[in-house]
């Protein structure tokens, strides 16, 4: 049985399809059916990034105007090299771009440049500085409020007043801080937080060494949770662990279901990941850049507004996450398509899939 939210989410996407499809057929507006939209992420580190963003959303623009062309470039967690990349879009000639902005602050001169030559920005997934038109991500302070309600729920008895270390994500990105405020409005007052590092880059090798530092302050035997921000911060966390003996390794949070986190869910080294489904994200964002092409507003698509430090009242799209722990792998994940059973169970983890529930024969059933 899926679960309202989950509901909620498909309800989502098949709005933006919608609403996005009506006008397919118009040549009117500033860019009529021939533009060319910029798409600029930010790393190569999260597996999400080239895996799903990239291909959904080139494939969202060419369903909703077949003959716009995407450019593309990755800024491999480098905010000047990601400037570089947007100013030479902008002096090729982009009509719109969308941008998830290695440094907010640092990009903002490049979105104030676009905004002067009449090129709309499309945020994505991180909230841009700078006069941008259109904002979509998840809703940040969900995403902490469902890793620290999961870490509670993992503890136990141990929720009360027992201690926790938190990993956070890279204070560049202001999704960090809003991911922080989500999970410490769950788990003050009732948990002891031992230490607290940001992560710079999101890197696992630097949770990792943050971890080992709070191994060496507290103890193995005395961290109760970890909440990590994101998957690759927990991968660090889980393998600084266990190069220290922690037995048993205490629940540790996730984000982005990377398929190696989902691996390490079915092992039983990590609790739990957030999944925010990216199909509905990159629809919301190739609907907003198709509009903005074309000359039309966001209104139909962004049902809502949100301000940045410059810029007041910009429409947008707040998503809803969704928890995942072994017990809803396959509801959340393997039926919508996200992976199969056998990309998530390779031979060594066969024995552990049929515990959870994931066999091909219980997925041919549903």
């Given at each position: 049985m899926r679960t309202r939210t989950w509901n909620a989410v498909a309800a989502v996407v098949a709005g933006l399809m919608a609403v996005s499809l009506a006008g397919c057929g118009s040549n009117s507006g500033a860019?009529?059916?021939?533009?060319?939209?910029?798409?600029?992420?930010?790393?190569?580190?999260?597996?999400?990034?080239?895996?799903?963003?990239?291909?959904?959303?080139?494939?969202?623009?060419?369903?909703?105007?077949?003959?716009?062309?995407?450019a593309y470039a990755n800024a491999e967690n480098d905010a000047t090299r990601q400037r570089q990349q947007m100013n030479s879009m902008i002096t090729k000639g982009v009509e719109v771009v969308i941008l998830d902005a290695v440094d907010p602050?640092?990009?903002?001169?490049?979105?104030q440049t676009a905004h002067r030559a009449g090129i709309p920005v499309v945020a994505y997934d991180r909230l841009a500085e700078g006069s941008i038109s259109g904002f979509?991500?998840?809703?940040?302070?969900?995403?902490?409020?469902?890793?620290?309600e999961a870490l509670l729920k993992a503890m136990g008895e141990r929720a009360d007043g027992g201690q926790v270390v938190m990993m956070n994500g890279d204070p560049t990105s202001p999704n960090a801080a809003w991911y922080t405020r989500g999970a410490l409005s769950v788990i003050e007052g009732k948990v002891k937080i031992g230490k607290s590092y940001d992560t710079l880059g999101w890197r696992a090798e630097n949770a990792h060494d943050h971890m080992t530092a709070a191994i060496a302050a507290l103890g193995p035997d005395r961290i109760d949770g970890v909440l990590a921000a994101n998957d690759a911060i927990a991968a660090g966390v889980i393998?600084?662990?266990?190069?220290?003996?922690?037995?048993p390794l205490p629940p540790v949070t996730g984000q982005d279901a990377d398929l190696e986190a989902v691996r390490r869910i079915v092992r039983g080294e990590q609790y739990m990941t957030v999944y925010k489904p990216?199909?509905?994200?990159?629809?919301?964002?190739?609907a907003m850049a198709v509009a903005l092409g074309r000359g039309e507003t966001l209104g139909d698509i962004a049902p809502t507004t949100i301000d940045n430090a410059t810029t007041e009242g910009v429409p947008a799209v707040l998503l809803t996450p969704i928890?995942?722990?072994?017990?809803?792998i396959r509801?959340?994940?393997?039926?919508?398509?996200v992976y199969t059973?056998?990309?998530?169970?390779?031979?060594?983890?066969?024995?552990?899939?049929?515990?959870a529930g994931l066999t091909q024969t219980a997925a041919l059933t549903q």
């Amino acid at each position: 049985m899926r679960t309202r939210t989950w509901n909620a989410v498909a309800a989502v996407v098949a709005g933006l399809m919608a609403v996005s499809l009506a006008g397919c057929g118009s040549n009117s507006g500033a860019g009529g059916d021939s533009f060319t939209v910029g798409l600029l992420l930010p790393s190569r580190a999260l597996p999400r990034w080239e895996q799903s963003d990239k291909p959904l959303i080139e494939k969202r623009l060419k369903e909703l105007c077949a003959h716009c062309a995407m450019a593309y470039a990755n800024a491999e967690n480098d905010a000047t090299r990601q400037r570089q990349q947007m100013n030479s879009m902008i002096t090729k000639g982009v009509e719109v771009v969308i941008l998830d902005a290695v440094d907010p602050k640092a990009l903002r001169s490049s979105v104030q440049t676009a905004h002067r030559a009449g090129i709309p920005v499309v945020a994505y997934d991180r909230l841009a500085e700078g006069s941008i038109s259109g904002f979509v991500t998840f809703d940040g302070a969900q995403v902490g409020r469902l890793q620290g309600e999961a870490l509670l729920k993992a503890m136990g008895e141990r929720a009360d007043g027992g201690q926790v270390v938190m990993m956070n994500g890279d204070p560049t990105s202001p999704n960090a801080a809003w991911y922080t405020r989500g999970a410490l409005s769950v788990i003050e007052g009732k948990v002891k937080i031992g230490k607290s590092y940001d992560t710079l880059g999101w890197r696992a090798e630097n949770a990792h060494d943050h971890m080992t530092a709070a191994i060496a302050a507290l103890g193995p035997d005395r961290i109760d949770g970890v909440l990590a921000a994101n998957d690759a911060i927990a991968a660090g966390v889980i393998a600084a662990l266990k190069s220290a003996r922690a037995r048993p390794l205490p629940p540790v949070t996730g984000q982005d279901a990377d398929l190696e986190a989902v691996r390490r869910i079915v092992r039983g080294e990590q609790y739990m990941t957030v999944y925010k489904p990216f199909k509905a994200e990159a629809a919301a964002a190739a609907a907003m850049a198709v509009a903005l092409g074309r000359g039309e507003t966001l209104g139909d698509i962004a049902p809502t507004t949100i301000d940045n430090a410059t810029t007041e009242g910009v429409p947008a799209v707040l998503l809803t996450p969704i928890a995942v722990t072994v017990g809803n792998i396959r509801q959340t994940l393997v039926e919508e398509g996200v992976y199969t059973i056998d990309q998530i169970c390779t031979p060594k983890l066969r024995p552990a899939c049929d515990r959870a529930g994931l066999t091909q024969t219980a997925a041919l059933t549903q």
